[in-house]
């Protein structure tokens, strides 16, 4: 049989791989299975996604929000699994992976392999306050963390706290989606109580915690594969730059084994027995010198493809172990490789400069080495011309809504 023929048939015979949210997270997932030939089904819920986009997705089925209507949603992914019997499910989002783990014996019923664990363990990872009393009884060190039910307890918290602080949503992707930002920074008590205000006009639950000092560059990133609770393959990573700079996540990140990071992070995900791939986040805390924990995403992250780039690709190890029974096992990667996303990191650019002891060469030093881009790439252009679109008709709106507020000056 002719070779190429034969990488043909193979991928008809594959099973479907369907990835729930066509966002930054999603098209790494996207890429590195579509790579290996894997036949992909991106399900979208977002008219800002990209991994639509992509040469490597044979098909987009339209959802709603999934913490908007969850009935539907579900609805629409159980007619996926009747349209792909045996499909590999695997969501790429917060919002995607609590509802799938919910429903998850429903949608294994209807044929799916779901790739998240159980109800429990991703509602532990998915909860701020029930990740950092996890990581208490693990001994993983986290910032000092305080669950206020009400506007008294927020005041009790400010009477002893050291400022700046922080206000952190339980759920963080519900909180980004209502307010706008992943957590808010308070310097006072004022601040404190307003931040809570708004949070809970949202009927939102949040932690208020001291803020770990230091910039992105304390930063680092464990991600691994576990199973029953034990590590098969991990890797580690360092942040660069953030975006936005304060609040956001990383723009810039560079591959570089950490034991110490590593050593928290499997203690802390053995305390939950974790199965699957997860993404925990730590920070050194010049204090002490310490790496603590600031949280867990229990899918694939941002940066997923500077470990495929590396040479562990996450995502084809998950499909070949639940859909093929082969054990991901631990291999070296290279390090001092870099994964840039370009769009997020330019719009940082001035905010970086302006620091005194932050220079021009600095800021595009990872461009000048080895890198992979998060969305930028010459053989598969889709999503990078998906997002510049995208880009211009905001900067556009946001022309309109000055011209507009200027007129009626």
Known sequence: MDIAVGKVLGALTMITAIVVSGATHGLGVVRSLGRQ??????????????????????????????????????????????????????????????????????????????????????????????????????????????????????RRFCESAEFPAVLKPELSHIYRELVGVKWTRVDNTEEALRAYAVARSHSLEVVLQELIPGDEQCGAVYNSYFWNGEPLVEFTSRKIRNSPPDTGSPSVVVSEWMPEVAEQGRRLLRAVKFSGYSCTEFKRDPRDGRYKVMEVNARHNLSSLLATRCGLNFAWMQYQHLVDGIVPVQRDYEQGIYWIDVTRDLRSFRHYLRRPDYSLGEFFAPYRRQCVFAVLDRHDLGPAAARAFDTLRVAIDKVRRKVCRARRL
């Open 37 to 154: 030939g894997v036949s992909v089904t991106v399900v979208s819920y977002d008219k800002r996604d990209i991994a639509p986009s992509s040469r490597f997705v044979r098909q987009v089925i339209r959802a709603p929000h999934p913490d908007k209507d969850e009935v539907q949603f579900v609805k629409v992914l159980l007619e996926a699994a009747h349209r792909c019997p045996g499909s590999l499910l695997i969501p790429a989002s917060d919002a995607a992976l609590g509802t799938v783990a919910r429903h998850k014996t429903s949608l294994e019923d209807a044929g799916l392999i779901v790739a998240s664990d159980d109800a429990e363990v991703t509602e532990t990872l998915l909860n701020k306050a029930k990740t950092f009393a996890l990581a208490r009884s693990a001994s993983v060190p986290g910032p000092a963390t305080f669950a206020p039910t009400s506007e008294e307890d927020v």
